[in-house]
């Protein structure tokens, strides 16, 4: 039996799922998208039940593809019983969208969540009136302290039902039902969706077209406002019904705090800073941890072992990669994941975005896309699993080119660990300036050549509530599994690929064929090409590669202050490393990863060769 979740954004059905599902759920694309499912099992009376949580939604007949997905899924059948979420302090939209469910005739039931935040808001629902007027079972929760979330299973299994609901449409449109579903021995709900342009049958939807336009000379607007007009009539008169409101428990002055430009821009950038910081230090400090613990416990006894050279090297590379990948993903990933679960439960990642919107839109994104950026200073792959929160997918290619630029700490410790160490402070601040420049030219560029309609912003403010630590590590170790299973396998096979490569003697051929580039157009010595090569692997060994390559760690002695200039600046810009290539292809796709992978080896190549004739 499958369950599935349907709901707007933020109304708590996520973690309505997670807390049916536990910690054993799959992610999953619907087929013929890019759009993510969650797929659980619970047990319940000795059987296994699969529950899907689909994305959130305003509406079933818009054109977005989480619309577009959500609209086939339910038009295919797939789901047995429909669990329809609500946000109990916003009833009248969210019950435009069960309106809309209702119309389906699909077994279902409503879950009216966050009824704690309706009480402080002085609202009182009549359950047993919105039963009435749909026909369904409802359940009253507040998901965020588990409240009554063991009754959705036994109602969804022995109580669903077919909502009687009909939405009273103007009675040209009515008129326009009957005769599509007549003529075409079609249900009423394909003749509305019809009436939209929305279907397969070609001979069905040009006569749908005839009407609609009829419908839109008469009433002098599209045929998408006279429907959405008529359900949100429905919507407001049910409301209206079973809705009783009283003064408000709570005051609103912070708020009103957060989302103006004073003090609200200045909080903002105290706390990406502050997260910054947190994130870069303590993730700092456990990867050198861990680093430093795997090399006593696994390195260094493998590497004493008497073992055939091929089977050292391949075992030695498989070693590294560990330690690149439990590295990166425990210390800055984890770290990540629990601030912005802290962000979203705690309802302030909304009016972050708010504020960010109008410097955003300069880069070709809305207001969310300032979370990513920001958050690329730590890592970038967290940075780019944060992009999928964009809207559309115009906004997740722009990002996904930008936070690829943007100095991690990985790229810190090349920056502080050369350029700080050897050349100088403010050589290496000029090395951020550089990079923020271009960041900047490169979003202007793409915000006007990216194909794709750039939708204005409506942002739903999520209520201000204190986040629940157990949400919080249960929603972080969620994602974190999904990293360690993306990112870790390709990280294993390309450690072992380069291994292998070394010890054919690759590098050595390669170091000969790339001396002319190298020691002509870029002014750096072949080896130091070598190590750029290792920083696809983990950016910071282009460091540790080069120290070894030059056989010292004083890299002043063998190269000029310039040289090494260039190689951090290329290094910074090169392409990325493996880990945020394949989290770039989950997101994205081949296409477009290939496509940011060229772009910032031609620009890292570019910028290093202009520095270099700039200097003769």
């Not at 599509?180 to 070609?202: N, V």
């Not at 069905?204 to 406002?225: G, T």
């Not at 310039?562 to 493996?578: G, H, K, R």
């Amino acid at each position: 039996m499958k369950f599935v979740l349907v709901g707007n954004p933020n109304v708590g059905k996520s973690l309505i799922f997670q807390q049916l599902t536990g910690l054993g759920v799959e992610v999953s694309n619907y087929p013929g998208t890019t759009v993510d499912l969650m797929r659980g099992n619970v047990c319940y009376e000795r059987e296994i039940k699969e529950i899907v949580d689909l994305p959130g939604i305003y509406s079933l007949d818009g054109d977005s593809d989480e619309e577009k997905m959500v609209r086939s899924f339910i038009v295919s059948g797939q789901g047995d019983v429909y669990i329809a979420v609500l946000d109990a302090a916003h009833l009248e939209r969210n019950l435009y969208l069960l309106a809309q469910l209702a119309e389906f005739r699909r077994p279902m039931i409503a879950v009216l969540n966050m009824m704690d935040e309706a009480s402080k808001q002085g609202m009182e629902i009549d359950v047993a009136g919105l039963e009435e007027v749909f026909g369904i079972p409802v359940i009253t929760t507040t998901a965020i302290q588990g409240k009554n979330i063991g009754e959705i299973i036994p109602r969804a299994t022995f109580s669903s039902s077919i909502s009687h609901l009909e939405v009273n449409y103007d009675h040209h449109v009515e008129a326009a039902i009957r005769s599509l579903a007549s003529g075409f021995s079609i249900s009423r709900i394909e003749a509305l969706y019809a009436l939209q342009g929305i279907g397969d049958d070609p001979e069905l939807l040009e006569s749908a077209e005839i009407l609609a336009l009829e419908l839109e000379r008469i009433h002098h607007m599209s045929v998408h406002q006279i429907i959405a007009g008529n359900r949100h009539h429905c919507a407001h008169t049910i409301a209206k019904k079973l809705l009783r409101e009283s003064e408000p428990r709570r005051f609103r002055d912070l708020d009103r705090i957060l989302t103006t430009t004073f003090p609200g821009i200045p909080i903002l950038f105290g706390i990406l800073v502050s997260i910054l910081l947190v994130v870069f230090l303590t993730g700092s400090w456990m990867e050198e941890s861990i680093v430093e613990l795997m090399q006593l416990t696994l390195v260094d006894p493998f590497l004493e072992l008497d073992l055939p050279p091929l089977v050292r090297q391949v075992g030695f590379s498989f070693l590294l990669s560990l330690q690149a990948g439990l590295g990166i993903a425990f210390p800055f990933v984890f770290t990540f994941y629990i601030f912005i679960s802290i962000l979203e439960d705690s309802g302030y990642l909304t009016r972050a975005a708010f504020l960010a919107d109008r410097f955003m839109h300069r880069l070709g994104m809305h207001g969310q896309g300032i979370i990513p950026i920001v958050l690329g200073f730590g890592c970038n792959v967290p940075a780019l699993m944060s992009i999928r929160f964009l809207k559309s997918r115009r906004e997740r290619i722009i990002a996904s080119f930008l936070v690829t630029m943007i100095p991690c700490s990985a790229r810190t410790v090349i920056i502080a660990g050369i350029v700080a160490s050897f050349v100088g402070i403010a050589a290496a601040l000029s090395i951020y300036v550089v990079i923020f420049v271009l960041v900047f030219l490169t979003g202007i560029i793409l915000s006007r050549i990216t194909p794709g309609e750039q939708y204005g912003m409506i942002l739903e403010m999520a209520p201000l509530r204190r986040p629940e630590w157990k949400n919080v590590l249960q929603k972080s170790w969620l994602r974190i599994k999904e990293f360690l299973y993306i990112a870790m396998p390709l990280l294993i096979v390309a450690s072992i690929i380069l291994g292998l490569l070394q010890y054919a003697g690759a590098f050595e051929v390669f170091e000969s064929l790339i001396n002319p580039f190298s020691t002509t157009i870029l002014g750096i010595p072949s080896y130091a090409t070598t190590a750029l090569v290792f920083g696809i692997l983990r950016k910071e060994m282009a460091l540790e590669t080069l120290v070894i390559l030059a056989g010292t760690a004083d890299l002043s002695s063998v190269m000029t202050g310039i040289q090494l200039y260039i190689f951090a600046i290329v290094s910074v810009l090169f392409v990325p490393c493996i880990s945020t290539i394949a989290v770039l292809q989950k997101e994205l796709g081949t296409r477009i990863a290939a496509m940011v992978s060229f772009y910032t080896l031609g620009l890292g190549v570019f910028i290093g060769a202009l520095i270099n004739l700039l200097i003769k």
